[in-house]
């Protein structure tokens, strides 16, 4: 473990060598690094990683995607696009931002969506009042290790009132190299008061080699603000992700988590928003299909810290296969968080003998005057619905894909943005085996 | 159309057919009534084509072929629809979705172009006010979140949508109040014609006061032990199943 430990504390010497100015983020960076050395890599022993174990990200030596710039065209990335999104896109490869790839679209007067490595240098008082204050690198291992190395990812600044009416795409691209490569993109977003964005993250790759993206999202969401994330793992099946989203909620502010996990080795999705304000909502929505080898992990931590917040949980996963399936979903209600209402389901579906799931909710309440309710579901495909189909005339493979899309299709309806929810639907259905069948019905 | 000759069936060791004849010609309205447990459901399904069933003698030609040998959506597409004593809910498949995907594959196997969405939802609108029902429920789930009542409607409604030859209710009349009641006996007189055959499969005679059968027969453990005219449901009624039983139990 010190070994590898080791070879991330040289390449932070390195790195740290290698930047010049943000002089003010130095003390943040080696406050990350001394913390991975504590800390280092989680194992099974830990509660929170009991299920995953990473010792296959460990044990790679990835190099530093820095080192090695590739160039890509917009032919390359052409099967990546998004019908029907808008124009707002940044596209990073290998964890730089390609500006010849982008198109920053009019997001409006006063807001800004750039690369963090611009805002390093346009919008230092923004991020030194809000960069790194959220994600906690003190106590977890994959936080520091991003907060040490972070250059580059997207920054959105919403300024107060306004209304980003089209999504934001965030578009990270990883290519073929010559040695397994990690990136550590670093997102910053944030809304002022009575604001409202839609953000995509979409991860996916070029080529199917070994590499490690490591992410970090901090969102803050001002009072009355409305923010939708919509995160998309399609990753190639040797990917290993790691992804974090923490999510500051002011007062009566209101935010929907979407995640689509389809893609990966190894993934592991934090989600943790904080409803600091007063009258907040979230919504956490996710669908996690593993097959092959694949792992998913999903781990959700909810914090009600103020009176009269709503958290929905809802993840729904189908694991075919050998895949593993992780839910972990914590919620912890403060103590002066009263009148909370929070609710967690859990629905998983698995096809095959092989495939595995783990879920375990936990319940951390401190407040006397709160609702929780938690519930978890693991099954088979329905025979008695395959059948009642089958009884109508509907062949058995295509009532299989019905069945198997009507389960994904719980949790895509609830994404309110009809052009997203819509390239998710082809996405899902391209997953299912005899997904060709769903586009006649569909 | 439809001969069941000598129809033997169980569930894992237990017999429930024991013997079932039963012809049923085409502009034909049958009834088959019973005790609870006579092994009414189970011939409905293994009408519809259910697996957990297993014939272990006896046949069944339904237009000259073997319908044992065709799976549930061959006998779909071939005029085969049964009416479920217990709809299941499909959580996530859009009505809509569900009904223009049955609609499409039977009128493919029948040789009429498929419908698109237009055509599809003029048709259904149609149907669904005869049943009055909500549209709304086209935006729903398969039968996600609906009453009794409304799931032995939405059965009706899909079998005048699917238009088959052979209709098998099972137990559709159970639970339902009075106006349903009527509303679906309605939905099964529209549906009475000289091209196509009904079996209701009931335990009370309450429908049938509405649907007039050709036939009444009585099952009792696995076998048809009495068959009549349609006033023979009344004297069942009057009499009860124990008058039956005890002449099966007699006879045997």
């Given amino acids: 473990m010190t070994q590898e430990k080791d070879r991330y504390l040289e390449s932070f010497v390195r790195f740290e060598k290698a930047i010049s100015g943000q002089d003010w983020l130095r003390p943040v960076r080696q406050a990350a690094i001394a913390r991975f050395a504590e800390l280092g890599f989680p194992t099974t022993g830990d509660e929170d990683w009991r299920f995953t174990n990473v010792a296959p990200i460990a044990q790679t030596s990835f190099k530093l995607a820095s080192d090695t710039r590739i160039e890509l065209t917009p032919r390359e990335i052409a099967q990546f696009a998004f019908p029907g999104l808008g124009d707002i896109q940044l596209v990073f490869v290998n964890g730089r931002y390609a500006p010849t790839l982008s198109s920053p679209g009019s997001p409006g007067h006063g807001v800004s969506v750039r690369s963090l490595a611009q805002a390093f240098k346009d919008d230092r008082d923004v991020l030194e009042q809000h960069l790194a204050r959220y994600a906690g690198y003190h106590y977890e291992a994959f936080s520091a290790l991003n907060t040490a190395f972070m250059e580059d990812g997207a920054f959105v600044h919403v300024p107060r009132g306004r209304v980003v009416e089209k999504p934001i795409r965030l578009l990270y691209v990883s290519t073929a190299t010559d040695e397994p490569i990690m990136t550590h993109p670093r997102n910053l977003i944030i809304l002022d008061e009575d604001s409202q964005a839609v953000i995509v993250e979409d991860y996916v790759s070029l080529g199917a080699e070994v590499y490690f993206s490591n992410v970090v999202t901090e969102a803050v969401v001002g009072q009355n603000s409305v923010l939708s994330h919509y995160m998309i793992e399609q990753e190639s099946k040797q990917a290993f992700n790691v992804s974090t989203l923490r999510i500051e909620q002011g007062r009566s502010s209101n935010v929907a988590s979407h995640t689509v996990l389809l893609g990966g080795a190894l993934v592991r999705n934090n989600v943790h928003p904080v409803l600091a304000g007063e009258g907040g909502e979230c919504l956490i929505n996710g669908l996690f299909m593993g097959t092959g080898r694949q792992h998913m992990d999903n781990f959700m931590r909810v914090e009600h810290a103020s009176p009269h917040c709503d958290s929905r949980q809802f993840y729904q996963g189908i694991l075919d296969g050998g895949s593993h399936g992780v839910f972990s979903g914590r919620i912890i209600v403060h103590k002066d968080a009263q009148k909370t209402d929070a609710k967690q389901t859990n629905n998983n579906l698995l096809l095959s003998q092989e495939a595995q799931i783990d879920s375990k909710p936990q319940l951390e309440i401190y407040a006397d005057d709160v609702k929780c309710t938690h519930g978890a579901t693991i099954g088979q495909i329905d025979e008695d619905a395959i059948f009642y189909l089958r009884s109508r005339g509907i062949a058995e493979d295509a009532a299989r894909a019905m069945l198997l899309f009507g389960f994904a299709n719980e949790s895509l309806g609830r994404m309110k943005v009809d052009s997203i929810r819509k390239q998710l639907e082809a996405l899902v259905a391209q997953w299912l085996p005899e997904g060709k069948l769903l586009e006649e019905v569909r | ?252």
Avoid at chain 2, 58 to 86: H, S, T, W
Avoid at chain 2, 102 to 111: F, Q, T
Avoid at chain 2, 185 to 199: F, Q, Y
Avoid at chain 2, 207 to 233: C, M, T
Wanted: net charge negative; aromatic share 6%.
């Fill in chain 2, 1 to 252: 159309m439809l001969e069941i000759k000598n129809l033997h069936a169980k569930v894992g060791d237990h017999k429930i057919l024991k013997g079932v004849n039963l012809k049923v010609n085409v502009g034909e309205v049958h009834s088959i009534m019973g005790p609870n447990g006579s092994g009414k459901s189970t011939l409905a399904q293994i009408l519809a084509g259910r697996e957990t069933y297993e014939v272990i003698e006896g046949e069944i030609i339904y237009d000259g072929k073997n319908l044992l040998e065709m799976p549930p959506e061959e006998r779909a597409c071939d005029g085969v629809f049964m009416a479920f004593q217990y709809p299941v809910e499909i959580p996530g498949v859009g009505s809509a979705q569900f009904l223009k995907a049955a609609l499409n594959a039977i009128r493919k196997v029948r040789g009429l172009e498929e419908l698109d969405a237009m055509e599809f939802l003029a048709l259904v609108k149609e149907k669904i006010k005869d049943l009055g029902m909500d549209e709304k429920l086209l935006h729903r789930s398969v039968n996600e979140g609906f009453s009794g009542g409304e799931k032995k409607r939405n059965e009706i409604f899909q079998m005048a949508l699917l238009e088959p030859r052979l209709c098998v209710m099972d137990e559709t009349d159970s639970g339902l109040d009075i106006d349903a009641l009527k509303i679906v006996a309605k939905g099964v007189n529209d549906l009475r014609s000289p091209e196509r055959a009904i079996i209701i499969v009931t335990h009370y005679q309450r429908l049938l006061n509405y649907v007039i059968p050709d036939y009444v027969h009585v099952l009792v453990d696995g076998q048809i032990v009495k068959s009549g005219g349609k006033e023979l449901a009344l004297e069942l009624e009057e009499k009860g199943y124990a008058w039956v039983e005890e002449g099966a139990g007699a006879a045997r």
